[in-house]
């Protein structure tokens, strides 16, 4: 059974430019959280996503938007890059607790 | 003042040795909690969740005082694997599942 994954792995991206980060939940589950963790902190949460609607949202600026698929996986969208967006994004599938995929790493540059 | 607070260490202990850690939260609707460990460049795990009668599994304890919103976890006989970066996390009562994490308390176990 495949746990969550994600890709890419790395991305490197310049000041300005749009991203897309991917992600597959682990079988049967249905709702899709994102989190941001920056260097030496822990992970932010940016939004949830459960029947193709964004559920919660946590305090991130318009930039950062997403989809859910009728398959259950997500996208990330993050407009207009800035070099405080390089982190490592998480994303965790749930239907009680939560699993994490192994994270894409963006760097801006 | 941040939700979910930590000491960040490192703390450095030599294999065997017992170590503590303890975690603050500010929000007094918070219902669930538990202990998560992310290895370097890694994922978080789910280590351990918290219940207010405290839990044990293996060499790992946690509990909860709710009076004085902190949440602990007791390290015992610590192996060089348990080298690791713990997170605190909590879930408020009117926040869904959304997970609050705290920043984390490295730890390196020595031989």
């Known amino acids: 059974d495949a746990g969550v994954t994600q890709s890419p792995t790395h991305l490197i991206k310049t000041r300005g430019q749009q991203v897309t980060l991917r992600c597959s939940p682990k079988s049967g589950h249905d709702t899709v959280s994102w989190y941001q963790q920056a260097l030496g902190q822990g992970p932010q949460f940016i939004f949830q996503?459960?029947?193709?609607?964004?559920?919660q949202r946590g305090n991130f600026p318009d930039r950062f938007s997403g989809h859910q698929f009728p398959n259950y996986s997500s996208e990330l969208n993050v407009n207009a890059l800035l070099l405080g967006d390089s982190a490592l994004y998480l994303c965790?599938?749930?239907?009680?607790?939560?699993?994490f995929g192994p994270g894409t790493r963006l760097t801006v540059t | 003042r941040k939700e979910v607070e930590q000491d960040p260490g490192p703390f450095n202990v030599p294999e065997g040795a017992t170590v503590a850690f303890n975690c603050t939260y500010s929000?007094?609707?918070?219902?669930?909690f538990f202990w998560y460990r992310q290895d370097c460049r890694k994922e978080p795990k789910l280590l351990m969740s918290v219940y207010s009668s405290g839990n044990e599994d293996g060499r790992f304890t946690a509990q909860l005082n709710r009076a004085s919103q902190y949440i602990s976890l007791l390290i015992r006989d610590s192996k060089l694997s348990d080298s690791a970066t713990y997170l605190c996390v909590v879930i408020a009562n009117n926040a869904g599942n959304m997970l609050t994490f705290g920043g984390g308390t490295r730890l390196m176990v020595k031989p």
């Open positions: 996503y459960y029947e193709e609607e964004e559920r």
């Open positions: 965790a599938s749930s239907l009680r607790e939560q699993y």
């Open positions: 929000n007094s609707a918070s219902q669930s």
